[in-house]
């Protein structure tokens, strides 16, 4: 069954600190993996998206990493900030001919205090 | 940038109404998608349409109806509005594999 999973549920940390939140996957066949921002109150916002091929990608104080071995993914914050309170969403694009499906995770929701 | 636009943010309806959730993007995409968001659900495909008059029913399209008679419109209706339905709403368009979504309408059945 295709399953996305991701760890924490929840996350509290201090402005300036750095979090990681975790995504697993078991999905196939594996096309790409994508992370949203999610604020409070308004629709997900793409961050990034990975391939097969990629092991890490930045995008700005974001970086995600892809272990297509272990089907596994990160996304790391670095140097926290206030704006960053939001839920980050795992999505998992799975492709069989021409047809794409996306399997999404449930969220991981960060607050960011000062 | 992309724009999807979704006509109402707040809507409170009576059991058994009819709804009408409209979306409206402008770039031009083929694709669109309503979504809703459940607390613990999570995102979960109602339907989708990748051209004018087609569409393809999601994961939970029981209650639900689209239309899609403009590339650039996407209704969502409901025939006869429960209180199960109050829930978030996202209308999205996608290009390739960037899907952009809209701001949401919030959906209360009273």
């Known amino acids: 069954k295709n399953q996305v999973e991701q760890s924490p549920q929840s996350l509290i940390i201090l402005e300036g600190k750095n979090c990681t939140l975790q995504c697993n996957y078991t999905v196939s066949p594996f096309s790409n993996l994508r992370w949203y921002k999610q604020d409070t109150g308004r629709g997900p916002v793409s961050l990034t998206i990975m391939t097969f091929s990629e092991n890490t990608k930045s995008n700005g104080r974001y970086t995600a990493t892809l272990d297509a071995d272990t089907k596994q993914s990160s996304l790391h914050i670095t140097a926290s900030q206030l704006s960053d309170s939001a839920s980050y969403i795992c999505v998992v694009s799975a492709m069989t001919g021409n047809n794409r499906k996306l399997i999404w995770g449930l969220g991981t929701s960060l607050a960011v205090n000062p | 940038d992309v724009k999807v636009t979704q006509s109402s943010r707040y809507l409170v309806k009576r059991t058994g109404e009819k709804v009408f959730l409209e979306c409206v993007q402008d770039?031009?995409?083929?694709?669109m998608f309503w979504y809703r968001q459940d607390p613990g659900l999570g995102l979960r495909l109602i339907y989708f349409?990748?051209?004018?008059?087609?569409?393809e029913k999601g994961d939970i399209p029981e209650g639900y109806s689209v239309s899609r008679e403009k590339k650039e419109r996407f209704s969502l209706i409901l025939e006869s509005a429960s209180t199960n339905q109050t829930s978030m709403y996202l209308c999205?368009?996608?290009?390739?594999?960037?899907?952009?979504f809209g701001e949401g309408s919030w959906l209360t059945v009273v």
């Open positions: 770039m031009d995409h083929e694709n």
């Open positions: 349409s990748y051209d004018v008059k087609m569409k």
């Open positions: 999205a368009s996608s290009l390739l594999d960037t899907i952009y």
